[in-house]
C-alpha cells in the first residue's frame, strides 16, 4: 500500500513584515526596517507629501511600528478568527456556502471556459467570447456570475457584516471587507472557481503562468461614504488578479491602469475602465492600478489574487529578492519549500 503525499505546506516571505507598507496619509508604500533607514530612503518624497515637522515624523514611526506588529500576528490571529466564525457564526444564505455550481455563473463565462478546455483552443478564438480591455496591457473583462449569485452572497456579506463576528482587513489598504477563508468560502466557492475555470482561461490569456497557479487570496472589499472610497496607486501580491463588481448601486469609483509596476513613467496617461456589476476585469498582478473615488452609493467587489509558487518561489514580487520562507496558515502568500520541476523563466520577463 502507497503512503499517501504529505499536504503542500505554503509559506509567506519574511519581506511581508517590513517591505510595501502603506501609508495612506501620504499615498506612500515605503519599506521599514528602522528609523534610520525610513528617513535616509523617504526623507524627501515624505517631506514633500507633508511630513514635515519632528511631530508629523514621529506619527508615521509609531504607524508604522504598529503594522509591523500587525503583520507579525496577522496568520495565528486569522486562524483564530476562522476557528470562531466556523463555531458560533450561523449565515443569512447557507445555500452560497454550497459548492459551486454552473447556475451560478454567467453563460459567458461557462462558454469561456468550457471553449479554454477544448481541443485546439487558442488565444483567437478565446478573445472573440470576451472583451479585450488594452491588448497592449493585456487586461480583459466578462461576465463572472449571474445577478442572482451577486445578490445572495451580498445578502450574505452584508449579514455577516452586522454581526459581532470579528473581522481582518481584507488587505493592508483596504479596511473594509471580508476575507473570504475566514467566512468559509474558500473550499467551496474560490478553490473551484481557480481550479475549474480560472486556470484554463488564464493559460490561453497569460501562458507564461500555464499550469502554474496552485494557490489564491481571495477577499471582498467594500466601498461607502464614510468608509474607504477610493484605492492608491500599487500592485498586487500575485501574478494575476480577477477583480468582480457584485454591487450594489454605485457611481464613480472606475479602476484606472499603469504600466507593469517595474516600467519608468508607469503611471502616465493611465487606463480608466469601469466597473460593471457581475462582471470581472482580469489583468496581471504587477500591473499598477487604483480606483477613482467613489461618486454615490456602495460598491463591493470580489478580489482573487491567483499566485504560483513556481514562479515566486524564486523571486518575490513584493521584495524583488529570493523568498526568505516563514511557515503560515493556509496558502501563505503562496510560497513553498518544494523546488519547481521546470520553469521557462524566459518567458516570464
Same mark, same amino acid.
Given at each position: 500500500?502507497?503512503?499517501?503525499?504529505?499536504?503542500?505546506?505554503?509559506?509567506?516571505?519574511a519581506c511581508f513584515c517590513s517591505e510595501n507598507l502603506y501609508v495612506a496619509r501620504y499615498g506612500l508604500h515605503v519599506r521599514f526596517r528602522s528609523e534610520q533607514q525610513l528617513r535616509q530612503?523617504?526623507?524627501?518624497?515624505?517631506?514633500?507629501?507633508?511630513?514635515?515637522?519632528?511631530?508629523? =515624523? $514621529?506619527?508615521?514611526?509609531?504607524?508604522?511600528?504598529?503594522?509591523?506588529?500587525?503583520?507579525?500576528?496577522?496568520?495565528?490571529?486569522?486562524?483564530?478568527?476562522?476557528?470562531?466564525?466556523? +463555531?458560533?457564526?450561523?449565515?443569512?444564505?447557507?445555500?452560497?456556502?454550497?459548492?459551486?455550481?454552473?447556475?451560478?455563473?454567467?453563460?459567458? =463565462?461557462?462558454?469561456?471556459?468550457?471553449?479554454? /478546455?477544448?481541443?485546439?483552443?487558442?488565444?483567437?478564438?478565446?478573445? $472573440?467570447?470576451?472583451?479585450?480591455?488594452?491588448?497592449?496591457?493585456?487586461?480583459?473583462?466578462?461576465?463572472?456570475? /449571474?445577478? +442572482?449569485?451577486?445578490?445572495?452572497?451580498?445578502?450574505?456579506?452584508?449579514?455577516?457584516? $452586522?454581526?459581532?463576528?470579528?473581522?481582518?482587513?481584507?488587505?493592508?489598504?483596504?479596511?473594509?471587507?471580508?476575507?473570504?477563508?475566514?467566512?468559509?468560502?474558500?473550499?467551496?466557492?474560490?478553490?473551484?472557481?481557480?481550479?475549474? =475555470?480560472?486556470?484554463?482561461?488564464?493559460?490561453?490569456?497569460?501562458?507564461?503562468?500555464?499550469?502554474?497557479?496552485?494557490?489564491? @487570496?481571495? =477577499?471582498?472589499?467594500?466601498?461607502?461614504?464614510?468608509?474607504?472610497?477610493?484605492?492608491?496607486?500599487?500592485?498586487?501580491?500575485?501574478?494575476?488578479?480577477?477583480?468582480?463588481?457584485?454591487?450594489?448601486?454605485?457611481?464613480?469609483?472606475?479602476?484606472?491602469?499603469?504600466?507593469?509596476?517595474?516600467?519608468?513613467?508607469?503611471?502616465?496617461?493611465?487606463?480608466?475602465?469601469?466597473?460593471?456589476?457581475?462582471?470581472?476585469?482580469?489583468?496581471?498582478?504587477? $500591473?499598477?492600478?487604483?480606483?477613482?473615488?467613489?461618486?454615490?452609493?456602495?460598491?463591493?467587489?470580489?478580489?482573487?489574487?491567483?499566485?504560483?509558487?513556481?514562479?515566486?518561489? @524564486?523571486?518575490?514580487?513584493?521584495?524583488?529578492?529570493?523568498?526568505?520562507?516563514?511557515?503560515?496558515?493556509?496558502?501563505?502568500?503562496?510560497?513553498?519549500?518544494?523546488?519547481?520541476?521546470?520553469?521557462?523563466?524566459?518567458?516570464? /520577463?
Amino acid at each position: 500500500m502507497g503512503t499517501a503525499a504529505a499536504p503542500r505546506r505554503f509559506c509567506r516571505c519574511a519581506c511581508f513584515c517590513s517591505e510595501n507598507l502603506y501609508v495612506a496619509r501620504y499615498g506612500l508604500h515605503v519599506r521599514f526596517r528602522s528609523e534610520q533607514q525610513l528617513r535616509q530612503d523617504y526623507g524627501p518624497i515624505l517631506r514633500s507629501r507633508g511630513c514635515v515637522s519632528p511631530k508629523d =515624523f $514621529q506619527q508615521l514611526l509609531g504607524e508604522l511600528e504598529k503594522e509591523v506588529e500587525r503583520r507579525q500576528r496577522l496568520g495565528q490571529e486569522s486562524a483564530a478568527r476562522k476557528a470562531l466564525i466556523a +463555531s458560533s457564526y450561523h449565515p443569512a444564505r447557507p445555500d452560497v456556502y454550497s459548492s459551486l455550481q454552473d447556475v451560478a455563473l454567467a453563460p459567458e =463565462f461557462l462558454a469561456a471556459a468550457e471553449y479554454s /478546455t477544448s481541443p485546439g483552443a487558442d488565444l483567437q478564438g478565446l478573445l $472573440q467570447r470576451l472583451e479585450t480591455v488594452s491588448e497592449e496591457k493585456r487586461i480583459y473583462r466578462l461576465p463572472v456570475f /449571474t445577478a +442572482s449569485f451577486c445578490q445572495a452572497l451580498l445578502e450574505e456579506l452584508d449579514h455577516f457584516e $452586522q454581526s459581532d463576528m470579528p473581522k481582518g482587513r481584507p488587505n493592508t489598504m483596504n479596511n473594509y471587507g471580508v476575507l473570504l477563508h475566514e467566512l468559509g468560502l474558500d473550499e467551496p466557492l474560490v478553490t473551484p472557481l481557480r481550479e475549474r =475555470f480560472l486556470q484554463p482561461l488564464m493559460a490561453l490569456l497569460y501562458p507564461e503562468y500555464r499550469g502554474w497557479l496552485d494557490s489564491h @487570496r481571495a =477577499f471582498v472589499v467594500k466601498y461607502a461614504p464614510g468608509q474607504d472610497r477610493e484605492l492608491g496607486c500599487h500592485y498586487d501580491n500575485a501574478e494575476l488578479t480577477l477583480n468582480v463588481a457584485l454591487g450594489k448601486a454605485f457611481t464613480g469609483g472606475a479602476l484606472y491602469f499603469g504600466d507593469l509596476f517595474q516600467a519608468p513613467s508607469a503611471l502616465a496617461n493611465p487606463l480608466e475602465v469601469e466597473h460593471v456589476v457581475g462582471q470581472g476585469i482580469l489583468h496581471r498582478g504587477g $500591473q499598477l492600478h487604483g480606483a477613482r473615488p467613489l461618486g454615490s452609493g456602495e460598491r463591493w467587489n470580489l478580489v482573487v489574487w491567483l499566485r504560483a509558487s513556481a514562479v515566486r518561489n @524564486r523571486l518575490c514580487p513584493m521584495c524583488c529578492r529570493k523568498p526568505d520562507l516563514v511557515d503560515d496558515e493556509g496558502f501563505g502568500d503562496g510560497f513553498t519549500r518544494e523546488e519547481p520541476a521546470t520553469v521557462d523563466v524566459c518567458a516570464l /520577463t
